[in-house]
């Protein structure tokens, strides 16, 4: 069965850095594409960041650009979503998300892990 | 960046009828690389349609996806007291990937 559990969402001063973990079971990592979408509080989806199963290649949203950096640890069966200079638009659930073999779009989901940022 | 815009925003049915969601891009998505996800309140998305007209594993054949270029129709036929919901759509052709801003199918 695959899951998906996410870790390290927190309360988060703006300007402040947060690192998510997701860890994953029940396939073989390291063949998948994964990704970080996000969604606001009443909001619809947002697609903030993807890599491919080597972890060679990133895609980010651009409002994330420069901020967000995606990466994996196929030893570890594990994704992360470093956030740097959070800011209070920022604040939403984070999913982790399983590609489609190398695809982006997304056939398993987390449940989610809760970043909030305000003073 | 390819905009996602589904329409209606809400849609208002009852159960046995057949529903039909929108979804239309502001570019060509390459390769008809489009998704279908339907999101229940304090659930994760769940995927429904990939290529724009196959459904995943474990989606009833009441849901189908047809489409290309710009313009992309999910259809439920019957709806069934479950399938209240959000529906959102999903470019995956191109990047930055970007999803379109839901459709709430309530009941009537």
């Known amino acids: 069965e695959v899951q998906l559990l996410e870790s390290g969402g927190d309360l988060i001063q703006p300007g402040g850095s947060l690192r998510l973990s997701c860890a994953a079971s029940?396939?073989?990592?390291?063949?998948?594409?994964m990704g970080w979408v996000r969604q606001a509080p009443g909001k619809g989806l947002e697609w903030v960041s993807g890599i491919t199963a080597s972890g060679s290649s990133t895609y980010d949203a651009d409002s994330v650009k420069g901020r967000f950096t995606i990466s994996r640890d196929n030893s570890m069966n594990t994704l992360y979503l470093q956030m740097n200079s959070l800011r209070a638009e920022d604040t939403a659930v984070y999913y982790c998300?399983?590609?489609?073999?190398?695809?982006?779009?997304?056939?398993?989901w987390g449940q989610g892990t809760l970043v909030t940022v305000s003073s | 960046e390819i905009v996602l815009t589904q329409s209606p925003g809400t849609l208002s049915l009852s159960p046995g009828e057949r529903a039909t969601l929108s979804c239309r891009a502001s570019q060509s998505v390459s390769s008809s690389y489009l998704a279908w996800y339907q999101q229940k309140p304090g659930q994760a998305p769940r995927l429904l349609i990939y290529?724009?007209?196959s459904r995943a594993s474990g989606i009833p054949d009441r849901f189908s996806g047809i489409g290309s270029g710009t313009d992309f129709t999910l259809t439920i036929s019957r709806l069934e007291p479950e399938d209240f919901a959000v529906y959102y759509c999903q470019q995956y052709g191109s990047s930055p990937r970007s999803f379109g801003q839901g459709t709430k199918l309530e009941i009537k």
């Open positions: 029940g396939f073989t990592f390291s063949s998948y594409a």
């Open positions: 998300a399983k590609g489609h073999n190398w695809q982006h779009y997304f056939d398993y």
């Open positions: 290529g724009a007209v």
